[in-house]
């Protein structure tokens, strides 16, 4: 089984700066792709940015230039570092990872959401 605990998320005024944090641990052979998804409520959960385990990114328009994501492949955690946030970001962000278990077994996880506020 593989869990994946995020951290980082908080209150933050306009314009101000999150890094969040989602670390893997459990029975781990291999990480591939690592994202991050954000919802509000009445809302359908949308992709932020994703990374495949050589590093090759994909951000969504709306957070281009302000959000940065990236991984740390010895430690099995992704971050997001965002930038000039707007109140429009406000929202639970959640992690997802794709991973292969110890006992060879492919399956996508969640972790359990850390919300962000953005205050105008």
């Known amino acids: 089984q593989v869990q994946l605990v995020e951290s980082g998320g908080g209150l933050v005024q306009a314009g101000g700066s999150l890094r969040l944090s989602c670390a893997a641990s459990g029975s781990i052979f291999s990480m591939n792709a690592m994202a991050w998804y954000r919802q509000t409520p009445g809302k359908q959960r949308e992709l932020v940015a994703d990374?495949?385990?050589?590093?090759?990114?994909n951000v969504r328009d709306s957070v281009k230039g302000r959000f940065t994501i990236s991984r740390d492949n010895a430690k099995n955690t992704v971050y997001l570092q965002m930038n000039s946030l707007k109140p429009e970001d406000t929202a639970v962000y959640y992690c997802k990872a794709e991973a292969i278990s110890n006992y060879g077994f492919r399956s996508v996880y969640w972790g359990q959401g850390t919300q962000v506020t953005v205050s105008s």
């Open positions: 990374i495949s385990s050589g590093g090759s990114t």
